[in-house]
């Protein structure tokens, strides 16, 4: 309990209100506040993109050399299937995690050719997710969504020659 509360002082209250609807989330759903699944959290929220495990770990080691990679990779898990954060993989690339607020929901474009990632709104695929409905009576939770394709950039290259 001591490491908590130290920790909690030192990440300030702008972090603190930063991760107040995700903190409240996990209470809420009755599991517990742990200091590493708060710096995980921290890590991943201001991180402002996708992060590797190792640089997640790199991160939570500024707050605490007690934190290995194993805690890190059990707390991704957790953060993970409870819905408070997104992994996004990329073949031939180390998973990365980003955080997941609500209100700002995205899916994800890749090009296989240049490896530029686009953030695409969640309403362009609500077609899909009617026509699946209609169609096969299958409704489909699209959250985060990786789609594989040519940017505008390659495919005017692939176009040319």
Same mark, same amino acid.
């Given at each position: 309990m001591h490491l908590h509360f130290r920790f909690l002082s030192t990440i300030g209250e702008t972090t603190m209100s930063c991760l107040e609807p995700?903190? $409240?989330? /996990?209470?809420?759903?009755?599991? #517990? /506040?742990t200091p590493q699944r708060v710096?995980? /959290? $921290?890590?991943?929220?201001h991180a402002g993109g996708h992060l590797t495990t190792d640089e997640v770990y790199e991160r939570v080691q500024t707050h605490s050399r007690y934190v290995d990679r194993t805690t890190i990779y059990r707390t991704l898990q957790f953060l993970k299937q409870n819905g408070l954060i997104g992994e996004f993989r990329l073949d031939g690339q180390?998973? #990365?995690y980003e955080a997941i607020r609500s209100g700002e929901e995205h899916h994800h474009a890749v090009c296989d050719e240049c490896g530029q990632v686009s953030d695409i709104e969640p309403n362009v695929l609500e077609g899909l997710a009617e026509k699946l409905r209609e169609d096969y009576g299958f409704h489909a939770r699209l959250s985060h969504i990786t789609i594989h394709g040519l940017c505008r950039t390659c495919a005017a290259k692939k176009q040319r020659s």
């Open positions: 995700v903190i $409240d989330q /996990l209470r809420v759903s009755g599991h #517990r /506040l710096m995980v /959290l $921290d890590a991943i929220y180390p998973v #990365r």
